[in-house]
């Protein structure tokens, strides 16, 4: 497919732009000579590629926070990504992402249709606070260049009966229970959210981007059942 839609845009580019009827006629004549399997295919990636331009919805790695599991999926397959497996509604792959190797991306739909709203990013575990506070900071910094300045950032520690922690070991060991380190950035069409957080036994930064259209019909769906 990929090959196939190379060439006809190669096609293109060598033949040069004299005037748009001529560019269709030279197009239509080249994918005339295409096989059909290859045609198809060309087709297939071209809209696809129009339906994501088209697309209002807030974008993960270009490609917009909607549509059905499998075709995200196969878009992230695209951009490098590996799947480690897809079932009951989500989806878990891994690869590299923002200048990190290793990452996790949870993809998830809602729980009664087949339709992606919300993204979420594992960043590479940390076993010291130095190293994860510095995930968090550096991330952080390049949201607010892209996205602009939170709507929103809390980052402090609850206070237990000796005062709250004061080394990078007691910081780190307060990750899950009593450390509160969060920032949100707020868009027209949704939300990307940055957090340390601890994930079953291991502290992590975890970068979620939440689709507001779609989330939203998360909301309508529990409503509709009170």
């Not at 196969?74 to 799947?83: E, N």
Request: aromatic share 10%; proline share 3%; charged share 30%.
């Amino acid at each position: 497919m990929f090959i196939a839609l190379v060439a006809m845009m190669a096609y293109r580019g060598l033949k040069g732009v004299k005037n748009e009827e001529q560019v269709r006629g030279e197009e239509t004549e080249f994918c005339d000579k295409m096989p059909e399997k290859d045609r198809k295919a060309a087709d297939n990636a071209l809209a696809d590629e129009e339906a994501m331009q088209n697309s209002t919805h807030l974008r993960f790695k270009g490609v917009p926070i909607d549509g059905k599991l499998d075709d995200f999926v196969r878009r992230m397959k695209a951009g490098k990504f590996r799947v480690a497996f897809v079932r009951n509604g989500v989806a878990c792959l891994t690869g590299d992402f923002a200048d990190f190797k290793r990452c996790v991306l949870r993809v998830e739909t809602l729980s009664n249709k087949d339709l992606v709203s919300t993204i979420s990013v594992g960043f590479p575990a940390r076993d010291k606070w130095a190293a994860l506070s510095a995930d968090y900071y550096h991330l952080k910094e390049l949201l607010t260049e892209k996205y602009g300045k939170p709507a929103s950032c809390v980052e402090r520690f609850k206070s237990s009966y000796v005062g709250p922690p004061r080394s990078d070991f007691d910081k780190f060991y307060a990750v899950g229970d009593g450390c509160t380190y969060k920032t949100v950035f707020k868009q027209s069409n949704g939300e990307i959210v940055l957090q340390i957080l601890k994930v079953d036994i291991e502290c992590k930064v975890v970068l979620t981007y939440r689709d507001k259209e779609n989330c939203a019909l998360v909301k309508e769906f529990a409503k509709s059942e009170l």
